[in-house]
């Protein structure tokens, strides 16, 4: 039997090219599963606070942040974007004044796939996939901004690669990131948040 080290150059090359490709149809298929997933949450909508949250010295549980920043800077209309870092709790007040009909967490979780694979969870399914990073457990959180405004809750969960101490995101969640920004903000401008102000 021929071990891999022993394959010629052009095998190894190969085998690399059918493993991006793979990787890249996994990329595709995950992207197109999220937009279809967030395009059923979010209808019957009228007003969305979306909630980064993340520890900016844990690597990338820091992705829902990142990805709230990305978001900030398109000025979306009728969405409210709050940086929450560790502390979604202490926004409670705020999300509760804007009077939205959705609310999306957005974290770091633990969905034992590829980092950067996104899924949206159901305020039931958090406890089997929060990291709990955070002081307050998302689930708590949910229920409470649930029975406080009566929106409808999720996570957008994404799969991080490490959650080390340190700044800034690995290269994959990075790219990731870019690319879960790009498909909410397409699916809050085709499903119609671009139209009024709070």
């Known amino acids: 039997m021929r071990r891999w080290w ?35 949450w979010i209808s019957g909508f009228k007003k969305i606070v979306i909630l980064g949250i993340g520890n ?7 992705v829902g942040v990142a990805i709230a920043k990305l978001l900030k800077e398109k000025n979306l209309l009728n969405t409210l974007i709050l940086e929450c870092e560790t502390v979604p709790e202490s926004f409670t007040s705020i999300i509760k004044e804007a009077k939205p009909t959705h609310v999306l967490m957005i974290d770091a979780a633990n969905l034992n796939a590829t980092p950067g694979f996104a899924k949206m969870i159901s305020i039931d399914e958090i406890n089997g996939f929060s990291l709990s990073t955070h002081d307050l457990p998302l689930s708590l959180l949910a229920k409470f901004i649930v029975y406080e405004t009566k929106a409808k809750v999720a996570l957008l ?3 991080p690669k ?18 879960i920004a790009k498909i909410i903000e397409k699916v809050l401008i085709e499903e119609g948040f671009n139209q009024k102000l709070f």
């Open 6 to 40: 022993n394959l010629p150059w052009s095998s190894l090359h190969s085998f690399s090219n059918a493993l991006n490709f793979i990787n890249k149809m996994e990329s595709q298929i995950m992207e197109k599963n999220l937009e279809e997933e967030l395009k059923t």
């Open 56 to 62: 900016p010295i844990r690597k990338d549980d820091y």
């Open 157 to 159: 969960g994404i799969q």
């Open 162 to 179: 490490t959650l080390d101490f340190g700044e800034g995101l690995t290269n994959e969640l990075s790219e990731a990131s870019k690319k």
